[in-house]
């Protein structure tokens, strides 16, 4: 092995400083000063390296965000979507990115067969009607921005929400409505979501994956 002095002085500091703490000929305030001191040259010395990384992540997540084709690039979904009639990626899964935000569920299990009732906000059955399963929490008295995709011409999509306070006691029902902006009422404190077909046709939880729906606040 070959001879390294930079290790062999390092070694030879280290049994120095160790010899002087054995024969008390060092001082614990002295003692703590140099080892800050060490501390913040290796501080100093990997602060650089440290910058170099916050940059280079910061680049990989700008690059993320300008995906083309065949990975589509959205803002508001959790999870991947098959493609559609109206995707054009040739049978190629394209994946949706995460920024958080999106408050309605996206996934199949999370939805079921049925519906909510506008009168007192209970569960009806219905073969034309699919709802959220849970609720979700959503602060009242604000905005939502309430989005969702129509993947064929001749199905009209038209979406409901449904809101009530913490204890479940049924607030108000916002009536079929298409795409917009929407506000809640100020004493609301969670939701639930209906979809189905403007012209009266079966849905089932699965066209969740094409109607691609998603809430966001503000």
């Not at 501080?43 to 084709?69: C, I």
């Not at 009168?119 to 699919?130: H, L, T, V």
């Not at 929400?161 to 298409?178: A, C, N």
């Amino acid at each position: 092995m070959a001879f390294d002095p930079i290790s062999f002085n390092k070694a030879n500091e280290a049994k120095e400083l160790a010899e002087q703490i054995i024969d008390g000929d060092i001082e614990t305030g002295v003692l703590k000063t140099n080892i800050e001191k060490k501390l913040n040259d290796k501080e100093a010395e990997y602060a650089p390296e440290l910058a170099n990384v916050k940059t280079q992540l910061a680049e990989t997540a700008t690059q993320v965000g300008v995906l083309s084709n065949p990975l589509k690039t959205r803002n508001i979904h959790t999870d991947f979507y098959p493609p559609t009639e109206n995707d054009g990626l040739d049978g190629d899964l394209w994946i949706v990115l995460i920024d958080g935000s999106n408050r309605i569920p996206i996934k199949v299990e999370e939805w079921e067969q049925g519906t909510l009732l506008g009168a007192n906000g209970q569960e009806g059955a219905s073969a034309d009607r699919i709802r959220t399963v849970d609720f979700i929490e959503i602060l009242g008295g604000q905005n939502i921005q309430f989005r969702f995709e129509t993947p064929l011409s001749e199905k009209v999509v038209v979406g409901t929400y449904l809101e009530y306070k913490s204890d479940g006691t049924f607030i108000q029902t916002s009536g079929w409505q298409p795409p917009g902006v929407y506000t809640l009422h100020e004493s609301t404190e969670k939701c639930r979501f209906v979809f189905a077909y403007q012209k009266p046709s079966a849905i089932v939880p699965n066209d969740i994956i094409r109607i691609k729906p998603s809430v966001k606040e503000g």
